[in-house]
């Protein structure tokens, strides 16, 4: 068994920042790809950011500058740091994992989302 989860989604005020945090855990033997998407009202899930197996770090284009993504292999958890938010930031906030389980089974795993609401 595999799971994901996040934590750290709330409401912010536009200009604020939030953390958002991803855990991976349960029959684990590595970890090829793991990052974050987000979901909008509407609109189709889309590519915030995630880091390779070979350690290099993606981002949707739009996002530098405002998103880090960073991680710590041996707590298998990656982080979504968030600045200067704006109100078109709100959506869900989704986990995903590429793990290879201790079945030598590879798959995509998605967190159940957490939702990121920027409003006055």
């Known amino acids: 068994q595999v799971q994901v989860v996040e934590s750290g989604g709330g409401l912010v005020q536009p200009g604020g920042s939030l953390r958002l945090s991803c855990v991976a855990s349960g029959s684990i033997r590595s970890i090829d790809r793991m990052g974050w998407y987000r979901q909008a009202p509407g609109k189709q899930r889309e590519l915030v950011g995630d880091f390779t197996s070979g350690g290099s770090t993606n981002y949707a284009d739009y996002k530098r500058g405002r998103f880090t993504i960073s991680r710590d292999n041996a707590k298998n958890t990656v982080y979504l740091q968030m600045n200067n938010l704006k109100p078109e930031d709100t959506a869900v906030y989704y986990c995903?994992?590429?793990?290879?389980?201790?079945?030598?089974?590879?798959?995509?795993?998605w967190g159940q989302g957490t939702q990121v609401t920027v409003s006055a």
């Open positions: 995903n994992a590429r793990i290879e389980t201790r079945a030598f089974v590879v798959r995509d795993y």
